[in-house]
């Protein structure tokens, strides 16, 4: 009688078979790793040993073979038994013995039984269906080397508050490493940059709605009341004001100068604002102290420079 195929099923439902009389089978949880030799990812897995020292019969390979053949156990256990002495009969002859879907045991110099798992049958139920695959190593350098590239086309235009706000508009870095990803798990270069573009126009217009609104209610400032009494305050004029007319924010410092440059060409006084609290570089068309000042000037830069510039006050 054959008991290979008992003992492969049990092995899906339990850590320890024992055939009585022989030894015991027994499955330990393994992790997903990488082989980083050939780049193949293998799943989370069940890997079978054998230890001959537990060989007392503990019920359970006879009672399910038992119940499966419809057989007394008595009677059962002597047939798994005889299974048993006719294994060790043959590795004192030098044989192995083959177990399908389970492995090959035999003797060594020592006498001691040697087990060699098959390793072709996942044990483990909750990696059902997964398999091992190759994946090609991310190329980091020219991935950041296209990125810098693309980032002095397009400039960060996502305000703090809309960061805030939604998660769904990130900086164009992360749309480029996705999508790079995507690239290496088979799609062309012309559709990836496709996909790029039709992102950042769908998160310039969102940006530029969120911009519209806060323009809309800062309006108060050109309908306060002009008959409010005159209230004398002794300012210290700062360097730069508290509301800053921003034309972008990059990742790269060196893109945000030369976008600095490309502003004084056009005769705006613009300068480097700094990074903000995203780790963003800030470049500014000018500030203001008044913020009126600075509305009907963001009004003409966007008429005229850019639509995708914005209104940043300070507290």
Not at 42 to 55: C, D, E, T
Not at 177 to 189: K, N
Request: charge should be negative.
């Amino acid at each position: 009688m054959r008991i290979d195929s008992y003992i492969e099923k049990l092995l899906f439902e339990y850590n320890c078979v024992v055939v009585p009389g022989f030894g015991a089978f027994l499955a330990h949880g393994k992790s997903a790793e990488i082989d980083l030799t050939t780049n193949t990812l293998v799943p989370p897995s069940k890997v079978i040993s054998f230890n001959a020292q537990l060989s007392k019969n503990d019920g359970l390979l006879v009672s399910h073979i038992a119940k499966e053949k419809k057989l007394g156990y008595e009677e059962m256990l002597q047939e798994v038994e005889d299974v048993a002495k006719d294994w060790n009969h043959r590795l004192h002859q030098g044989e192995s013995v083959e177990l399908f879907g389970i492995g090959k045991l035999w003797h060594n110099k020592d006498q001691r039984i040697q087990f060699q798992p098959e390793n072709k049958v996942n044990f483990l139920t909750s990696s059902f269906g997964l398999s091992s695959f190759s994946a090609t190593p991310v190329q980091r350098e020219v991935l950041k080397e296209e990125v810098v590239e693309l980032e002095e086309k397009i400039p960060f235009i996502i305000t703090p508050e809309q960061r805030e706000k939604t998660t769904s508009f990130r900086p164009w870095l992360k749309y480029a490493a996705v999508i790079l990803l995507a690239v290496s798990l088979g799609a062309t270069s012309y559709n990836t940059y496709g996909d790029l573009q039709e992102k950042e126009v769908a998160a310039q217009q969102e940006a530029q709605k969120e911009v519209s609104r806060l323009i809309q209610e800062a309006t108060f400032f050109e309908s306060a009341p002009l008959e409010l009494p005159a209230i004398s305050i002794d300012v210290t004029k700062k360097q730069l004001g508290k509301h800053h007319v921003i034309a972008g924010a990059f990742r790269e410092e060196k893109n945000a100068e030369k976008k600095v440059n490309q502003l004084k060409e056009k005769g705006f006084n613009a300068f480097y604002l700094g990074v903000n609290k995203y780790g963003l570089h800030q470049v500014a068309y000018d500030s203001f102290e008044d913020p009126k000042e600075a509305l009907v000037f963001l009004r003409k830069v966007k008429a005229t420079d850019s639509r995708d510039a914005w209104l940043l006050s300070e507290k």
